[in-house]
Each structure stands twice: as C-alpha cells, then as structure tokens.
C-alpha cells in the first residue's frame, strides 16, 4: 500500500477482555516497530520486528501484551485482560531495513484504544 | 537512562516569523536524530534525519543541526506559516533501532 495502514482506527473495550491491534506495513519494508502514545508517559517504545523476528521486546509493559508478525508483513499486537491504563494511542512503524544507518520510520495514523 | 528532552513545550509566533525548536539528549551513542511533525488525530510525519556522523540536514524551509558531543539538536523554521502548527517531536535512534522521544513542542503560527 501507499502507507502504513492500521486498523481500527478506534477501539473501546471493558476493563478485562482482550484487544487485537492490526499493523499492515508499506510493501517492501523488513522492518516493523510498535510504539505507544498516552497523555502521562508521552511516544514510547514498545517492540520493534526485523522480519518476523522481534529482537528487541524490551518497551512490552508486562507479560499481558504481545506481538507477532507473519510473512514478513502484517503484524497485530495483542493486549489481554486490558486495564484502564492501557488506554492510549497506539502507533505502528515500518522502515525498509533496520541495517541502514539512514533507516527512516514511516508511521501509520494510530490506534485509539480507551479501555472502559 | 536514555532521555530525550525538548524546549520550549509550547510556542506562538506570529506568520513570518523564523523560530527554533531545542532537542537535547542524555545519551551521545546515537545511530541518528530525527524530527517529526504530527498533527491532531494523525500519525507522525518524518521532517529530517541527521545521521550520527552529520552535522546538519536543510529541507525546503526546515534547517536541522546536530551536535553529538554536546546531546543537542535544533531544529529552524524559516519564515513561518499557519500550515506549520503542529506538534514537532524530536527522536533519538539508538543501536537496535529504537527511536526514544522527547514530549514535544506544540507550536502555533498566528496569521
């Protein structure tokens, strides 16, 4: 596509069920990175995928939240048993080869997730 | 710990104005320093990247420096106009490709 493109674009759940945020990558790109924006902790880190492999997962928050990425292409983030804090925006990335030293990130419009 | 911080957190100047939006860094191992404008309700837009071993980028209207020894990063605005108010947001991209953010510069441009 000409973008990248994620989806929904709004989500609303009760306290406890399980999301799935969907991240759909601009063709061609190795790389795919998610982040998180809320209004106290402004845009951090959460995962980053080199292919289909996550080499650093170190921004998860706690073991409630995962993330997979297949065919080196779609990927989704799945949080379980949402709490009211994991309420924010949710920003996926992708970049055409994290080896580039000029390895510019592309972002989609986000994931708004408030969490009742 | 790797912290991004930016000055001034908000700014309003009159259309026409040239104006500087500060970056500063804690951590100096960086692979490159990037800049991004977002506006409401929409992703962010990548505006310039430096790499570690530049010391400026110009693009059109935008002038981006970098000076690593120092953790510091501007970022010039020539001749503003209304269609520049947004939300710049300066990124620090370290070994593995992480990209650590500052909180950003909310900035206004009156006509």
């Known amino acids: 596509g000409a973008g990248v493109s994620q989806s929904p674009s709004n989500k609303v759940t009760e306290k406890g069920k399980d999301v799935e945020l969907r991240c759909d990558p601009i063709?061609?790109?190795?790389?795919l990175y998610w982040y998180r924006q809320s209004l106290g902790q402004g845009l951090e880190f959460l995962i980053y995928?080199?292919?289909?492999?996550?080499?650093?997962k170190s921004g998860l928050p706690s073991d409630r939240f995962s993330a997979e990425r297949t065919g080196g292409s779609v990927s989704t983030l799945t949080i379980q048993r949402t709490q009211q804090e994991d309420s924010a925006v949710y920003l996926c990335?992708?970049?055409?080869?994290?080896?580039?030293?000029?390895?510019?990130?592309?972002f989609g419009a986000g994931t708004r997730l408030s969490v009742l | 710990k790797q912290e991004v911080t930016q000055i001034p957190a908000a700014l309003s100047v009159p259309e026409g104005e040239n104006l500087v939006l500060n970056c500063s860094f804690t951590?100096?191992?960086?692979?490159?320093l990037q800049w991004f404008r977002q506006d409401p309700g929409k992703g962010l837009t990548s505006l310039l990247l430096?790499?570690?071993?530049?010391r400026e980028q110009t693009s059109g209207r935008l002038n981006a420096s970098l000076d690593k020894s120092s953790g510091r990063s501007t970022l010039y605005i020539a001749a503003s106009q209304p269609g520049d108010s947004a939300t710049y947001l300066c990124?620090?991209?370290?070994?593995?490709?992480?990209?650590?953010f500052g909180a950003g510069t909310i900035l206004r441009v009156k006509s």
């Open positions: 995928f080199q292919g289909n492999s996550a080499p650093d």
């Open positions: 990335a992708s970049s055409l080869n994290v080896r580039l030293t000029k390895n510019i990130q592309y």
């Open positions: 430096i790499q570690s071993s530049q």
């Open positions: 951590d100096s191992a960086i692979y490159n």
């Open positions: 990124a620090v991209c370290y070994y593995g490709n992480k990209l650590v």
């Open positions: 063709s061609g790109h190795t790389a």
